[in-house]
Structure formats: structure tokens, C-alpha cells
């Protein structure tokens, strides 16, 4: 961190202000005095020092990081990929590419199930689906609660499949616990819930991320970085698009996000190409694009029926649509980690 002093700072301040940060952060202090003012270089883990305390003090002229606020998330302290490891041995991270797929919301066994079974036989190796669900209207389809869950653990059950599901409430942590969860979602209006983040730094269950509809890759990093303080190193970033000016597509999907957050961090990235886009067509060059950047799972929404969905029916594939794309994506990816492999 390096921080500007006024020209009018007196020796006795930038003293007594050196001390301070030193006892109080534990970090060196180098101090250079320039005819103008007097520049200081925090040395050691500034991650706990609120830069606005620092500008609020009236004799700093400017105050920069130039390290990351995050640490735990942060790929300088934990160079090797983070692989996430499933009770039932699957890997989300490992280099291969990971394939979630259902219905946005459940909505009934038959529903479910069905999707379960078909997305499983395309290659998908976790279903998603949302039981709680954030509608931006009240008088829409809320989802099934807790008989939601119920119905998951059901498909879970008939194929083996692990579950991803939405969490909006820190009171239903225990319920989530106990129906099994797999894979718990923190959408993307929850982003910086961060009484929730604190909480779900408290379990042992991996935690899929999604980045806020008008998130930085920083912010998205600083609530990962929320999750992992609490003790839960288990969490997958997920770049589910942006809001721009563009009104043609649901969000627009910020490609660009993918390396970054592989460069900065060290955990998992999955995209979600369904609510990018919001519209079927899309789901399927957005996803190569998410590959050919580097993703390591994509999550995609998988209805049998889109027109009569209670939920996100443009956005959805039918199963024969999903099983292509699929196929086409899965193929693909086996291309560029030959191609990865002969470089
Ligand atoms: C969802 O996955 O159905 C969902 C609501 O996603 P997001 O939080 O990305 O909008
Ligand atoms: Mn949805």
C-alpha cells in the first residue's frame, strides 16, 4: 500500500502515523521524503487495512493498493488449481470439463426426474435446480421450498447425479444440510449477502458463486473471500454475465472474466451460459466461448418442456437440444487439451 502525505504533514505526524500503522497492522513502514511530501510503503499483509479510514485522515493527500484486498482467493499465496472434491469422487477444477445441467426451477417428480435422467445420458454430472427461487416480481413462481429439495433428492436418488441448488436464506442452512445438498448456489443477487457468505464459511459443503448482476471480478473475489475467512475453502466462481447497455441478450457474458479470475485466483470457474444470454440459441456459442476460455464447468438450464416452464423457459434447452450441444462441447474441449497436450 502506498500512501501520499500532504505537503503541510509535520515531521511529528508522519511519525506518530508510522507507529500507528506498524502496532496496529503489523507491517513495515519505508518512508520517503521528497521536497513535496512524503510518500510511505506499507510492507507485509495489508489485506486488513481499510484504505477509506486511511484517505479520511486529513493530512493523507492519496493512498493506492497495490496488493489484492483478498488473500485466501488470492493464486500469489495458493499457486496450484483448486480442485473441489465431491463425497462421491467427483472433481470440479481438475483440468476436465464439468457439466451441470436442469430445470431453473423444479416444479414437479415427473419434471425433475425426467430432466435428471436425460441430462445424465448427454454427460452432465451434477443436476441443477432451484427450489427457493429469487423471482424480481412477487406474484411469480416462488418454487417449491422445501418439497423442491425433496424432489431433487429423489432424481438424486434414480441417477446418482449430485445436486446444485439455490440458497436464499441463512435460516435454511440447516434444512440444505439435511436433505444433502450437494453443491450450494448463491445467486446472483445474493452476491454480497454477507451475513450469508459469513455463514456458509461455516460448513463443509462446496459453494457455487455467482457474480453479482453489476459486480466487479474484485467484488466477486472479496465475497469468495468472505466464504473461505469462515473456514470453507470450498468455492466455485461463477461468471453468469453482466448488466450492460446491451438489451439484446438477458446480461451480457464477460468472457474477459474467465482468465482474469483464473489468473488472480486459484479456485474453480464455471459459466452459465442460460442466464447470460437468456435465450436458447445463445446457450450454445456462448458456452464453446466459455471453454475456449478456460472454464472448467459450465451450469445450464435443461427444461422438458421450455414453452410451459414455470421459470426461465427462453433460456432453457429441451433434452435433445442439451444432448447435442453437449456432445459438441464435450468434443470440443477434448480437442483443446489435445491440442493443450501437444503444445
Ligand atoms: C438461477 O440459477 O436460476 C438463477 C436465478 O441464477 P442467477 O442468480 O445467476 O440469476
Ligand atoms: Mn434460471
Not at 154 to 165: D, E, H, S
Request: hydrophobic content about 40%.
Amino acid at each position: 500500500m502506498i500512501i501520499v502525505l500532504k505537503p503541510q504533514c509535520t515531521e511529528p505526524q508522519v511519525k506518530s502515523f508510522t507507529e500507528s500503522l506498524m502496532n496496529d497492522y503489523n507491517v513495515k513502514v519505508n518512508t520517503w521524503v521528497g521536497t513535496q511530501s512524503t510518500v510511505l510503503g506499507l510492507i507485509g499483509d495489508t489485506t486488513s487495512i481499510d484504505i477509506d479510514y486511511i484517505a479520511a485522515q486529513d493530512f493523507v493527500e492519496s493512498v493506492k493498493r497495490v496488493q489484492e484486498p483478498y488473500k485466501k482467493a488470492n493464486r500469489k499465496f495458493h499457486p496450484d488449481n483448486t480442485v473441489i472434491t465431491l463425497p462421491g469422487g467427483q472433481k470440479i477444477g481438475d483440468g476436465s470439463l464439468t457439466l451441470m445441467a436442469g430445470p431453473c426451477s423444479v416444479e414437479c417428480e415427473a419434471q425433475i426426474c425426467e430432466v435428471a435422467e436425460r441430462v445424465k445420458a448427454s454427460g452432465a454430472t451434477f443436476l441443477r435446480g432451484g427450489a427457493f427461487k429469487p423471482r424480481t416480481s412477487p406474484y411469480a413462481f416462488q418454487g417449491l421450498k422445501a418439497e423442491g429439495l425433496e424432489l431433487l433428492k429423489k432424481a438424486k436418488a434414480k441417477t446418482g447425479l449430485p445436486i446444485v441448488t439455490e440458497i436464499m436464506s441463512i435460516a435454511h442452512i440447516p434444512l440444505f444440510e439435511e436433505e444433502g445438498v450437494d453443491i450450494i448456489q448463491v445467486g446472483a443477487r445474493n452476491m454480497q449477502n454477507f451475513e450469508l457468505l459469513k455463514a456458509l464459511g461455516k460448513i463443509n459443503k462446496p459453494i457455487l458463486l455467482k457474480r453479482g448482476l453489476s459486480s466487479t471480478v474484485e467484488e466477486l473475489l472479496m465475497s469468495a473471500e468472505y466464504i473461505m475467512a469462515g473456514g470453507n475453502d470450498q468455492v466455485i466462481l461463477c461468471e453468469r454475465g453482466i448488466r450492460t447497455y446491451e438489451t439484446y441478450t438477458r446480461n451480457t457474458l464477460d468472457i474477459s472474466a474467465i482468465p482474469i479470475l483464473k489468473k488472480l485466483s486459484h479456485l474453480p470457474v464455471v459459466v452459465d451460459p442460460s442466464h447470460a444470454g437468456g435465450i436458447s440459441w445463445l446457450v450454445e456459442p456462448l458456452a464453446m466461448a466459455a471453454v475456449a476460455a478456460g472454464a472448467d464447468g459450465l451450469i445450464i438450464e435443461v427444461h422438458n418442456n421450455p414453452a410451459k416452464a414455470l421459470s426461465d423457459g427462453a433460456q432453457s434447452l429441451t433434452p435433445d437440444q442439451f444432448d447435442h450441444i453437449a456432445a459438441h462441447i464435450l468434443r470440443s474441449k477434448e480437442a483443446l487439451s489435445r491440442l493443450e497436450r501437444a503444445e
